[in-house]
């Protein structure tokens, strides 16, 4: 965990950033050429759709792949980012990753109308305008469909700031990307939101679909979820799905589409695409194989 005290010079202890100490200075500095240096990469995590067992798609997360130190997860680094404000710099790196690839799946599935690639956007994204510049200039250079593009934020980032939130997501909205809320029921429970801010998708947050089968409490809220879902006309994604049971209790409460080691880890963008294309050229096709995901 990240520790600071006060002055200019934090002291920042991470594990994986290195087991010395350094000057929050200093990380910030070499993240910021670690972004010059194209150090960081996008990984997918497949999306299955459950009424087809096939893939539709991916959730782009952000990896950076530290020469001496090995491969840095976001968890180490994000909220450095946003502290710092780098995390403008790799939220555009991220979005044109993710366009790209996802225009690239298109092609190579024509036909496959639902494909659809999630990104993560974060609280300091959310508040900064340049945001809905980033997206259409994303969506511009690769040529996706905006439909297929789905914009990711927590329950939290929406309660932080709420107008400028919501006008940031309406001017979104506007260029065609669809909202989703990420960890949904993690965050603050006011379901108020639902109805002002224009959301699409929930993902069912994995702590809850960690427990299907064993907790009843988590049976309850995921059922809960998921009609509240249905009655608004949203997709749900059930995230964290590492084992059959779960994968079919989420299916049999009426999830759309999962998420988790079960079927994939997140794998390189050429990975997605080759179970992709394979995936929608045969006829009897299965979740994806377990082995894939490394
Ligand atoms: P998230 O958006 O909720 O992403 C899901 C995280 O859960 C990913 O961790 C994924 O690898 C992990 N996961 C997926 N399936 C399973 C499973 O079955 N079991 C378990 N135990 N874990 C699973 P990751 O990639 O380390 O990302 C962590 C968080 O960092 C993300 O949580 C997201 O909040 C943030 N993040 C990742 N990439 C980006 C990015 O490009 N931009 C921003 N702003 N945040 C990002
Ligand atoms: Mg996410
Ligand atoms: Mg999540
Ligand atoms: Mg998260």
Known sequence: AAKRSAGTDFVVYEPGLGNTTSTRKDVVAELAQAIEDGELRTVYQPLIDLRSGRPIGAEALVRWQHPVDGLRSPDQFIGLAEESGLITR?????????????????????GQDDLLVTVNLSARQVADDQIVDQVREALAASGLDPHRLVLEITETVLMQDRDA??????????????????????????????????????????????????????????RAIVELAGTLGLLTVAEGVETT?????????GCDIAQGYLFSRPIEADAVSAVMSASWLSDNVRPLPVELGR
Not at 166 to 180: D, H, P
Not at 245 to 253: D, G, I
């Open 165 to 222: 939130a919501a006008a940031t997501l309406w001017l979104l909205k506007g260029l065609g990307v669809r909202i989703a809320i990420d960890d949904f029921g993690t965050g603050y429970s006011s379901l108020a939101y639902l109805r002002r801010f224009p959301i699409d998708m929930l993902k069912v947050a994995r702590e809850f679909v960690d427990g299907l089968g064993r907790d009843a409490h988590d049976d309850v809220i995921t």
């Open 90 to 110: 790799i939220g555009e790196l991220v979005l044109g990753d993710a366009c790209r690839q996802a225009a690239r799946w298109v092609a190579e599935c024509q």
């Open 245 to 253: 049971q779960q994968s079919e209790t989420v299916t049999a409460l």
